[in-house]
């Protein structure tokens, strides 16, 4: 039997990475959340069962993600993965652009570090799920939640997080599967350095912004030479659902590597009219689209322990 803190919820935000100019550094934590609510059970082993988006196509066996993050940190820790049950109640899109994969990842280490009664710490945590994932951004974001920065030192990543203003963020989100290795290869393997530096600016300008509720500067510097442009033609109808969305008044950039897009605006008002205007652009392309209109969040994947 497993300790006493059992049952518990694990709560993980979605996330939007790049946010234009700062490739594989910049991720921004929403307010959606995935929940995976862990119990005990009688017998050895891990099972999972998932409700809500996912529930037809995501395994529900040894293979699915949060599991193995889990037995990745149990394993770790010398620990076999015994006797729990885990319902993973999914709000985020899976192959969204959202942070789905990171969010199953950060779940299923914050679920077994709980068990294990929190050995490792927050900072290896981003690390090891850092590892997991391939990249920093969306679970550094999904961990300490707001504005994050994410770079990676060998094996360890250093990380800052900001506040932002409160803004309004729109999703955008075409039923087309664009899978992220797929996105991944789309990019070249050198870029001129003029291309870099044009990056490096905007990316500093874009938290400024974030942080500042800088609307108008916001809508300048989410120009990106590293991934939008290789991307971008990959998804029908993506370039002109962003058009769209500057045209309605917003700042826009693909969200991680899409294939949705994510839009800044000042009031919900705006945000809910940006959302419309990408989803009717897309549906030029006959593609039926999921829109989310919300905030950010400030506060990152964490552990609500329940009543037995």
């Not at 550094?25 to 959340?33: I, P, Q, R, S, V």
């Not at 990745?72 to 319902?87: D, K, W, Y």
């Not at 897009?261 to 006959?286: D, L, R, T």
């Amino acid at each position: 039997m497993w300790p006493r803190m059992l049952p518990f919820t694990i709560r993980v935000p979605a996330t939007t990475a790049n946010l234009g100019p700062g490739f594989d550094l910049l991720g921004l934590a929403l307010d959606l959340w995935n929940e995976v609510e862990v119990a005990a059970r009688d017998e050895p082993g891990m099972t999972c069962k998932v409700v809500g988006f996912g529930q037809d196509e995501l395994p529900e066996d040894a293979s699915n993600v949060v599991l193995q993050a889990a037995g990745h940190l149990f394993g770790i820790h010398g620990q076999p993965p015994a006797g729990l049950h885990f319902e993973c109640r999914n709000h985020i899109p899976p192959g969204s652009g959202m942070g789905s994969s990171s969010a199953a990842i950060l779940s299923g280490l914050l679920a077994a570090n709980q068990v294990l009664e929190r050995p490792t710490e927050q900072g290896e945590l981003m690390s090891m799920a850092a590892r997991l994932e391939g990249h920093p951004d969306n679970v550094t974001a999904g961990l300490l939640g707001g504005l994050t920065v994410a770079v990676s030192t060998g094996n360890n990543i250093l990380a800052r997080k900001k506040a932002t203003a409160p803004w309004w963020v729109a999703m955008a989100v075409p039923d087309i599967d664009r899978p992220t290795v797929e996105m991944r290869n789309a990019l070249p393997l050198s870029v001129p350095h003029a291309d870099a530096v044009f990056n490096l600016g905007r990316a500093v300008l874009v938290m400024e912004a974030l942080v500042a509720g800088d609307l108008p500067l916001l809508r300048r510097v989410m120009e990106d030479r590293l991934h939008q442009p290789f991307r971008m033609p990959l998804i029908p109808g993506a370039r002109e659902a962003r058009a769209a969305a500057f045209e309605a008044g917003g700042a826009a950039a693909l969200s991680g590597a899409g294939p949705g897009i994510v839009a800044f605006a000042y009031s919900q008002e705006s945000a809910s009219e940006i959302a419309a205007a990408m989803s009717a652009a897309f549906s030029k392309h006959v593609l039926d689209t999921w829109t989310w209109v919300g905030q950010v969040s400030d506060r990152g994947g964490h552990v609500n322990v329940l009543e037995a």
